[in-house]
């Protein structure tokens, strides 16, 4: 299928290594992030999400961790696995009339080499 | 399963037709989202939908978008006149609440839309 990852940031690891996948985001005033997973052909899938209030939140084989004074997230994979290979987007809340409307970074293709 | 659905799959149309894309979010989920995803770029915000009500279309291009969701559930996003600039992917996201509860957006595996 085609691929979602043209002209992205790559990163290349060894299964059962440990991945960082980084994001700038652009607003101080975001309160909420999430990160998504998008294999080729497929819509975003949810990984984990973290409120502003909190600094770091672990998931199964994930961690997110937040820096608001740099305006930074970052998301850790544990043991990363082939299956893990995908192009991963942070994305940023920005509340505007009652809502939550996304605003994507750029995104980053995992690979995972055997 | 249960989740975000949308059809159909692929659309190929000519330029200056009209097209209708179908979304059915997870049932329940009172906001919907539309969001556009160019070749190797991010989803872009569209429009956004608090049960019938659109609050934000902000991020429609063009008086050609025109998006409802008559009775809360299922959406539709029409393109009038297609151009071959709208040629993107096409994803409908839901959520359970609304508001400032934050809580995550599920997403379809969109309409890939092509112009020719």
């Known amino acids: 299928g085609e691929s979602v990852g043209l002209h992205l940031p790559t990163l290349s690891v060894q299964e059962g290594d440990n991945s960082i996948i980084n994001c700038a985001y652009s607003n101080s005033a975001s309160d909420y992030f999430i990160w998504y997973k998008q294999e080729s052909g497929k819509g975003p899938q949810f990984i984990i999400d973290i409120r502003s209030n909190m600094d770091k939140r672990q998931g199964q084989r994930v961690t997110v961790l937040l820096n608001k004074t740099v305006k930074h997230l970052s998301l850790q994979i544990a043991a990363t696995q082939p299956g893990d290979s995908a192009v991963y987007f942070c994305a940023e809340n920005i509340v505007k009339g009652g809502g939550n409307k996304l605003t994507f970074g750029t995104g980053t293709q995992l690979k995972v080499e055997l | 399963g249960a989740g975000v659905s949308q059809s159909p799959r692929y659309k190929v149309a000519k330029r200056g037709q009209d097209v209708a894309l179908r979304c059915d979010p997870i049932s329940g989920h009172v906001s919907l989202f539309w969001y556009q995803q160019a070749l190797g770029q991010g989803p872009e915000f569209l429009t956004y939908?608090?049960?019938?009500?659109?609050?934000?279309k902000s991020g429609l291009p063009s008086d050609r978008f025109f998006a409802e969701r008559p009775e809360g559930s299922v959406s539709t996003l029409k393109i009038q006149r297609t151009q071959q600039e709208d040629s993107a992917v096409y994803l409908c996201?839901?959520?359970?609440?609304?508001?400032?509860?934050?809580?995550?957006?599920?997403f379809g595996d969109g309409t890939r839309l092509s112009i020719l």
């Open positions: 939908f608090q049960n019938e009500a659109q609050l934000d």
């Open positions: 996201a839901s959520s359970l609440g609304s508001g400032i509860s934050n809580q995550p957006q599920h």
